[in-house]
């Protein structure tokens, strides 16, 4: 057991991408933050220095945090955030996990630029359930707007409308050797990744971007997944890797090929890098710019091929029976916004709820029973029916809240998540602080309490805390709610939680002696 200790420093950093160089706030001056190693057992405080005009807070997407949710970090969730000038430190331990995980801030936007990846290695002689590979490689993947970020949201809030798509994507900071502008100011050739022919590389792969699910794919080779967001998974083959915002995969890549440059793409917009079997005598590059056609079939497929290892060291303890059996209605409306040039906004919901923010943290104001903050009505189903055809809005009256949704300690949890479709069909990667869960079951079209349960895999299925929910259908997750604390659930598609697509959890204390929140760090910052 180790105990890490790191402090890093918020900064604001000239950055120059596709010609046009801006300030950003990053992690000790880097775009992506640098990587936080640790290893299964760990001790980590990281202490975490605002030099920048905003508030800051970070989040470790995927770490439990158990008992820890004061080092949870979404901002007025469970911490007020560090104002400009102070600092925090984050005490966590990694408890039973091991694999790619990252951090980010969570606040406003400014996980564009203030990201990173977290590598935690086995505990020390505790093989892969894979054969060791010849390297491991970091693939952030991010993207870049010319314009400040600030900017774009405060045109859409203003608005009402959609903000602005990003100009480019990039990988571990870099935009595509096709993205890149011509001129020499600023150019990039791109990530380049180098390999030895015949070896095998550990990818992995952590997707950052705001508001784009990702399609990876690597010219002639094959991936090999094996861990998605630190969960060992069976080993399965493809050609394209699926990964949502929020979520991180590891896959195997072979150096099968001899000689050549093998372009990377992480769709929507074709931002790439290269893959250089050795580089020394490097020829063409195969360019190719076609966003997978059947984009729905290759998410469908892949995400049906995942599952958990299930094996004696990792078994997948998926509750077989539940207490709470709840239906999360998912999905955007319009709402009239007389503040809005439209006459009209944009807002998201889960169950006709769309969440308003606090002003003072949701965890401190549990711990120390403060009236007035929150209620615990959240509705554990949808306040309009609905039938999703596909076809047309049906359920789009939404009302505000910062309601919150009781569990007791221990108490076993499925909820059913069902897109709404109400302005398209959308997938939105939905994500749990706090625990991981199993996806049992998912399918397209309305859930169907009477014959949709008879499909769940109550077996292997694949333990994650962050899922693409299919376009226009439906995913049952389920979980322990063995963390007591109060857990944000919220998509991670950036600008649809700006619009109220999110919810808390809160669970209560257990009886037993390690089954309580444990007390507020000193240094908590105050609203
Ligand atoms: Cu990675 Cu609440 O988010």
Redesign the pocket.
Known sequence: RGVLIKIVQIVTRKTTRLCSTKPIVTVNGQYPGPTLSAREGDTVLVKVVNHVKYNVTI?W?GIRQIRTGWADG?AYITQCPIQPGQSYVYNFTLTGQRGTLWY?A?ILWLRATVHGAIVIKPKLHVPYPFSNPHQEVVLVLGEWWNADTEAVINQATKTGLAPNVSDAHTINGHPGPIASCVSSQGRTDGYKLKVKSGKTYLLRIVNAALNEDLFFKIAGHKLTVVEVDAIYTKPFTVDTVVITP?QTTNVLLTADKTLGQYLVTASPFMDAMIVAVDNKTATATLHYKVPPRNATSIATSFATSLLSLNSKKYPANVPREVDHSLLFTIGLGINPCSTCVNGSRIVAAINNVSFVMPETALLEAHFFNKQGVFTTDFPGKPLVPFNYTGSGPTNLQTTNGTRLYHLAYNSRVQVVLQDTGTISPESHPI?L?GFNFFVVGQGVGNYDSNTSPSTFNLVDPIERNTIGMPSGGWAAIRFKADNPGVW?L?C?FEVHTTWGLKMAFLVDNGKGPNESLLPPPNDLPKC
């Open positions: 989040h997407h979404p980010h969570h929020g994500h602080h944000f919220h991670h």
